[in-house]
């Protein structure tokens, strides 16, 4: 058997001996002996199979901010890791080598080759044992889609809950309501990127469209996962405001107010070389948008800001300053057993940090 070979979860098998993936918004239609878009799910024999269970691309020790989230376990270390394939085909995709890798890669999750030079195969407890050996405080699914490594993700979700890490979820939001369901017992953190709010860059963008995330977003938010929003702002393509306005008032009738969102600033990659990076003046007009329709909480990534900090909303008093130091907490932030207050106004502060983690 091929060493990533696992059966699949959620599909189902049609009369005509093709295959219907449950996990992503996609639900492809497989036929035999084929692989739907992420190229990872494949056909044998009228049923499902995962080509790359347990493969590792990539790995990594992060500060959490990294991810980014800001309010969830600030200041501890995530152990991050991520696999091959995606469902989407984003065209400034920064991880391409990994998400839409050459055809070598492929052709070694299709034979008994392995995958020896392309990546590192792990089962689900060495990966927790990873975690709890680096004193990490969770464990990130990331640098590519996790829906496409659904089986792995779930079967390390459940041992991670098992042996008190928290799972993160760092993805396109793609995922069918059914694939959040059956995950979402074990995942604490969806930390969703929000590419647009509009379906012609989804379409034009991403190879994708918009409703699905938004319909998943609204899942996440339904079963109780914490969430947090990313928007990598392109400029000429996601940066205007209109746009802006609409995305604000959605996440706040739908979320709340204290959801925080990040602004993160394009470098220029992949399919969009020929577009400048984004500059402080956009990000800042951008995050005075959000900030104006009532978002309390609206960050500058991807480059050097005071806006990555965390101000108070009520009195704007610096609480967390992360420009030189990822969750290097100030004076002026006061915790009363699980519950934050500014130390100047006394304004409940959105974090969760357990009295266990000390920030």
């Given at each position: 058997m091929?060493?990533g070979?696992?059966?699949?979860?959620?599909?189902?098998?049609?009369?005509?001996?093709?295959?219907?993936?449950?996990?992503?918004?996609?639900?492809?239609?497989?036929?035999?002996?084929?692989?739907?878009?992420?190229?990872?799910?494949?056909?044998?024999?009228?049923?499902?199979?995962?080509?790359?269970?347990?493969?590792?691309?990539?790995?990594?020790?992060?500060?959490?901010?990294?991810?980014?989230l800001?309010?969830?376990?600030?200041?501890?270390?995530?152990?991050s890791?991520?696999?091959?394939?995606?469902?989407?085909?984003?065209?400034?995709?920064?991880?391409?080598?990994?998400?839409?890798?050459?055809?070598s890669?492929?052709?070694?999750?299709f034979?008994?080759?392995?995958?020896?030079?392309?990546?590192?195969?792990?089962?689900?407890?060495?990966?927790?044992?990873?975690?709890?050996?680096?004193?990490?405080?969770?464990?990130?699914?990331?640098?590519?889609?996790?829906?496409?490594?659904?089986?792995?993700?779930?079967?390390?979700?459940?041992l991670?809950?098992?042996?008190?890490l928290?799972?993160?979820?760092?993805?396109?939001?793609?995922?069918?309501?059914?694939?959040?369901?059956?995950?979402?017992?074990?995942?604490?953190?969806?930390?969703?990127?929000?590419?647009?709010?509009?379906?012609?860059?989804?379409?034009?963008?991403?190879?994708?469209?918009?409703?699905?995330?938004?319909?998943?977003?609204?899942?996440?938010?339904?079963l109780?996962?914490?969430i947090?929003?990313?928007?990598?702002?392109?400029?000429?393509?996601?940066?205007?405001?209109?746009?802006?306005?609409?995305?604000?008032?959605?996440?706040?009738?739908?979320?709340?107010?204290?959801?925080p969102?990040?602004?993160?600033?394009?470098?220029?990659?992949?399919?969009?070389?020929?577009?400048?990076s984004t500059?402080s003046?956009?990000?800042e007009?951008?995050?005075?948008?959000?900030?104006?329709?009532?978002?309390n909480?609206?960050?500058i990534?991807?480059?050097?800001?005071?806006?990555?900090?965390t101000?108070?909303?009520?009195?704007?008093?610096?609480?967390?300053?992360?420009i030189?130091?990822?969750?290097?907490?100030?004076?002026?932030?006061?915790?009363i057993?699980?519950?934050?207050?500014?130390?100047?106004?006394?304004?409940?502060?959105?974090?969760?940090?357990?009295?266990?983690?000390?920030f």
């Amino acid at each position: 058997m091929v060493s990533g070979l696992k059966e699949a979860m959620l599909f189902e098998t049609l009369l005509s001996g093709d295959v219907r993936c449950g996990v992503c918004a996609r639900r492809c239609t497989i036929a035999p002996d084929k692989t739907g878009f992420c190229r990872v799910r494949k056909n044998v024999g009228g049923t499902l199979y995962a080509l790359n269970y347990g493969y590792i691309s990539s790995e990594a020790i992060d500060p959490i901010e990294k991810k980014p989230l800001y309010h969830f376990l600030p200041g501890t270390t995530t152990y991050s890791l991520g696999t091959f394939g995606c469902n989407f085909h984003c065209r400034h995709c920064q991880n391409h080598a990994i998400s839409m890798p050459d055809e070598s890669v492929y052709k070694a999750m299709f034979s008994d080759l392995g995958l020896s030079r392309f990546g590192e195969v792990v089962t689900p407890d060495e990966v927790i044992q990873r975690a709890l050996l680096l004193d990490t405080k969770s464990i990130s699914f990331t640098y590519n889609e996790p829906a496409v490594w659904f089986e792995f993700v779930y079967d390390t979700a459940v041992l991670a809950k098992e042996n008190g890490l928290s799972v993160i979820l760092v993805t396109n939001g793609y995922m069918t309501p059914e694939a959040l369901e059956k995950l979402a017992p074990y995942v604490d953190a969806y930390r969703v990127d929000l590419k647009s709010f509009t379906e012609n860059f989804y379409s034009e963008i991403c190879s994708a469209h918009l409703n699905p995330v938004l319909e998943s977003i609204l899942k996440a938010k339904e079963l109780g996962l914490y969430i947090e929003i990313v928007t990598l702002i392109i400029p000429g393509q996601n940066d205007g405001i209109e746009e802006a306005e609409s995305a604000a008032s959605w996440i706040i009738q739908n979320l709340g107010a204290e959801t925080p969102v990040h602004l993160n600033a394009f470098l220029p990659h992949h399919q969009m070389e020929d577009i400048k990076s984004t500059s402080s003046a956009i990000l800042e007009r951008l995050r005075s948008i959000y900030m104006n329709v009532g978002l309390n909480y609206v960050y500058i990534g991807n480059t050097i800001s005071d806006f990555q900090n965390t101000y108070c909303p009520e009195c704007r008093s610096l609480l967390i300053n992360r420009i030189y130091s990822f969750g290097e907490s100030t004076a002026d932030l006061d915790r009363i057993g699980d519950e934050f207050r500014c130390g100047r106004c006394g304004r409940i502060i959105s974090l969760i940090c357990p009295n266990d983690i000390d920030f």
